[in-house]
């Protein structure tokens, strides 16, 4: 691998990137950073999680000038987490050179922002609705700019930004360079980079640099039926320190994150329905561990970078590949150890080794944890807490109490009921949740005597076998 010193990084930058634990470059490190320090326009397919943000943050900081006080650099980006993750990391690779950065996205007082604008900051990050209204005011002019990042671009398209995107680039120079990043290059994505970029060259990660080895990946052939109540074993098996949940639909992220809680769980959900400072709510209690779980959708989950993800559930088997990808780079971050786990029905199993084979990984097959092994784990878990408790000494005002019981009562049953007040007690509280009908699930086979039946619908010649076929095919011929 490639070191940072080794690319002609610049010395401050180079500290920078030290202080931030770093020392060798990433594939699309590697690749991207010495090819954009020429200036030559970029496509850079690679996935959430790869280095991405310091592949391009880094060429950009070497080609702003300190001394010219104007907006010099743009990075346009899917959703608020993404472009304040975004310029974050840049603020932490300038922290030696006296270059900033400004995040600005919807939600956020527009006064603020444009406030902060007037302080003119060398690089913008943002969300393209709010970076279009800020050209419309006035408060952004992009007529200097010399760089352009266009990060997720595929999530932009899916979104529906493509148009907004268009219209912000139709603010900038002809004379800039343009990097764009994506994990899929679908034909509005080509087209795009086609009218907007100067010969630009493709940096293309291949999928088996992208599935971290730091993430162990396992799945269980569920019916639709069974998943919650497997889920529910396995949290309790697992016992994750933080964990993310991914559904397929914003109705199954409210119905899960719901049932999580009447199990007792700590549990919230992100979909894009909710409003920004619904989302600011979630995302810190979730950062700060005031919930353990978050149940998303894919869309509201992009850019979503909270340290400590242990365990990825895919409550719903992902759509494609790509998203696969995304969903497990939650976890096994920064040298840490992660656990991604799939639930497939019985018809969905076929997609497991498409994931397999698309994404180089090897996904292993697992039986479900039984009753026992589940209430076993609760106990410990409850057993594990007390003496916590015990050690830090946290039981001095209940001694008398515990004292008075003790002359009425058996001390293991007493030591036994406080387990299981700490254990969570509603593990059995009914739960049903509406099922979600799988997007790309097998199609069953058809028999041949049906094939041929729907061939032939519509044909008023056609009424099957015997002597009936052929007796409304002689009436047809009669003109009856």
């Known amino acids: 691998m490639t070191t940072f010193h080794e690319m002609g990084i610049s010395e401050p930058i180079q500290r920078a990137i030290t202080d931030m634990g770093f020392e060798e470059a990433s594939p699309i490190q590697e690749k991207a950073i010495p090819m954009a320090l020429t200036g030559k326009d970029i496509i850079g397919q690679a996935q959430t999680g790869t280095g991405k943000t310091a592949a391009f943050a880094i060429p950009i900081l070497e080609k702003v000038d300190t001394s010219k006080k104007y907006v010099q650099a743009i990075a346009i980006a899917p959703t608020r987490e993404l472009a304040i993750q975004v310029s974050e990391e840049i603020n932490r690779l300038a922290k030696y050179v006296g270059i900033s950065s400004l995040p600005i996205y919807g939600g956020q007082s527009i006064d603020r922002q444009i406030k902060a604008l007037k302080k003119v900051p060398h690089i913008i990050t943002g969300t393209p609705g709010r970076l279009l209204d800020h050209i419309q005011r006035k408060t952004l002019k992009l007529d200097r700019i010399s760089v352009v990042v266009l990060d997720e671009a595929d999530e932009m398209l899916d979104m529906g930004f493509l148009e907004d995107i268009?219209?912000?680039?139709?603010?900038?120079?002809?004379?800039?360079?343009?990097?764009?990043?994506?994990?899929?290059?679908?034909?509005?994505?080509?087209?795009l980079a086609e009218r907007f970029m100067n010969d630009p060259e493709l940096v293309k990660i291949k999928a088996k640099e992208v599935t971290s080895p730091s993430v162990k990946q396992i799945f269980y052939e569920v019916n639709e039926r069974d998943k919650f109540e497997v889920l529910c074993r396995l949290l309790d098996v697992d016992n994750p320190e933080l964990a993310v949940i991914f559904g397929r639909t914003k109705r199954r992220v409210d119905e899960l994150s719901d049932a999580l809680n009447k199990r007792g769980y700590l549990a919230d959900g992100l979909h894009g329905d909710l409003n920004q400072r619904q989302r600011d709510v979630v995302m810190n209690k979730f950062r700060e561990g005031n919930i353990d779980i978050l149940v998303a959708t894919d869309v509201a989950a992009r850019g979503i970078d909270v340290s400590g993800v242990t365990h990825v559930y895919n409550f719903d088997i992902p759509q494609d590949p790509e998203s696969y990808v995304h969903r497990i780079g939650r976890t096994g971050r920064a040298g840490k150890t992660g656990l991604a786990i799939t639930f497939a029905t019985p018809r969905e199993t076929g997609q497991i080794h498409s994931i397999e084979k698309a994404s180089k990984g090897k996904i292993q097959r697992k039986s479900i944890p039984t009753v026992a092994e589940a209430r076993e784990s609760i106990q410990r878990a409850a057993t594990e807490k007390m003496i916590q408790l015990v050690e830090k000494e946290e039981y001095k005002q209940f001694k008398q109490a515990a004292s008075e019981l003790l002359e009425q009562y058996d001390s293991i049953a007493l030591v036994s009921i406080a387990l299981k007040l700490l254990s969570k007690e509603q593990r059995d509280v009914p739960v049903q949740l509406t099922s979600e009908t799988p997007r790309y699930a097998n199609k069953p086979k058809i028999k041949a005597q049906e094939k041929t039946r729907r061939n032939y619908k519509g044909n008023r010649e056609f009424a099957g076998k015997g002597a009936i076929g052929k007796q409304r095919s002689s009436r047809k011929k009669k003109g009856l």
């Not at 139709?170 to 994990?183: D, I």
């Open 166 to 191: 268009e219209r912000i680039l139709k603010e900038t120079p002809e004379e800039k360079q343009t990097l764009l990043f994506s994990a899929t290059m679908p034909k509005p994505i080509q087209n």
